[in-house]
Nanobody, 120 residues
């Protein structure tokens, strides 16, 4: 199983950016999917998550600015980031809790991380 994240880059404060993360491999089912971020010298933190049924949750710092969504047919999760601030600068990691055809117990899988830099 692989999670491939994309969409990071340099953006000016106040601008938008959209991240994507596609899961591939021998996947039986995907439960929750989410985005985490880690700034230099900081611990990794949860940014947003979305359940298989579509319910969402957000960190207080991104509420009303970020939107998480998923396309279950494509095993893909998105993070639309609006009104970006310099403090949003971090490496963003996608996460999926999923079951493979080989194992009956779900486990967490991680993408490789994509750098988002918010700077003028």
């Amino acid at each position: 199983v692989q999670l491939q994240a994309s969409g990071g880059g340099l953006v000016q404060p106040g601008g938008p950016l959209r991240l994507s993360c596609a899961a591939s491999g021998s996947i039986f089912s995907i439960n929750a999917m989410g985005w985490y971020r880690q700034a230099p010298g900081m611990q990794r933190e949860l940014v947003a998550a979305i359940a298989s049924g579509g319910s969402t949750m957000y960190a207080d710092s991104v509420e009303d600015r970020f939107i998480i969504s998923r396309d279950n047919a494509k095993n893909t999760v998105y993070l639309q980031m609006n009104s970006l601030k310099p403090e949003d600068t971090a490496v963003y990691f996608c996460n999926a809790n999923l079951r493979t055809f080989r194992f009956s117990i779900a486990a967490d899988y991680w993408g490789q991380g994509t750098l988002v830099t918010v700077s003028s």
